[in-house]
């Protein structure tokens, strides 16, 4: 019989910790010393997989060469704005060059699905509030956006890849480990951010790091410590479990 009494953590603690982690949306300089990084990078590795496949890879990245990536996505992001935002000759200029154009392992959803977009506008609606961003102010959303590929100033940066042969499977398997490395961030006092925002451009990546070719670039997380700025107060709620749990079918 299991020892219904055994508890590894006090649920309390537990659910302290899982209840507080929230996205960090800017960062200290400070860097992440190596040994803590490390362990939370050995804590995400625990996470569980398909028949124990572990079919992800992670790249890290600080100091210089996380300023390399950074200045490297910040340029195809501007250069895709200037199109987006630009005129003709800008837009017939990236469609000639390509620079700035989307050359990522996954196609980033260009439009949500009905059902799913009202909680999308809830989310960026929140998070302009905070930012006192209006709306309307398309420069200044730009440079929210822009604030991705700087990694919100975090000293740190993982990319996390995922084996195309198991499809669905192994990005399911990568959502664990996401989540194992975010808690295991948040026990040690450091922030997070994952982002999709960093697999759009997937070149500066790939080019810094032995990616085996059969690794897609999922997704990037920033990791740092946490500023004091308003932005981190941003706390988007949740559905209630009622509107998650499914009504089972009368018999
Ligand atoms: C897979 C994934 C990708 C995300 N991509 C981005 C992103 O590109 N930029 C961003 O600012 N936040 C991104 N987020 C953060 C979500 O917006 C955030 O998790 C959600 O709004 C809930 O807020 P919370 O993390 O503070 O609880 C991402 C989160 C996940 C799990």
């Known amino acids: 019989m299991p020892d219904a009494t055994a508890r590894p953590l006090e649920p309390d603690a ?19 010393p190596e040994p803590v990084l490390r362990e939370v990078l050995g804590d995400a590795i625990t996470a ?42 800008e837009r017939a200029r990236v469609a000639i060059t390509r620079t700035g154009l989307p050359d990522g392992d996954f196609r980033v959803p260009e439009r949500y699905p009905d059902d799913l977009q009202p909680a999308r506008v809830a989310c960026g609606r929140g998070l302009y509030e905070v930012l006192g961003i209006d709306r309307g102010d398309l420069p200044a959303r730009d440079r929210q956006m822009r604030r991705n590929f700087e990694f919100f100033g975090a000293p740190t940066v993982v990319f996390l890849f995922v084996h195309g042969g198991l499809r669905e499977y192994a990005v399911l398997d990568a959502g664990v480990l996401l989540q194992t490395l975010m808690l295991a961030a948040h026990a040690r006092g450091l922030g997070t951010c994952a982002q999709g925002a960093l697999a759009i451009w997937a070149g500066p990546v790939r080019s810094a790091f032995e990616v085996p070719p059969q690794y897609r670039l999922i997704c990037g997380v920033s990791l740092g410590y946490p500023s004091a700025e308003p932005v981190n107060a941003f706390r988007p709620g949740r559905a209630p479990l009622e509107d998650v749990l499914l009504a089972p079918r009368d018999a």
């Open 14 to 32: 537990w659910a302290a910790l899982a209840r507080a982690r929230h996205s960090v949306r800017d960062f200290r300089p400070d860097p992440v």
């Open 48 to 89: 569980p997989s398909w028949s124990n496949t572990q079919p992800y890879r992670l790249a890290v990245a600080s100091g210089p060469l996380r300023d390399r990536i950074s200045g490297e996505l910040c340029a195809r992001f501007d250069a895709g704005m200037r199109a987006r935002r630009g005129g003709p000759v």
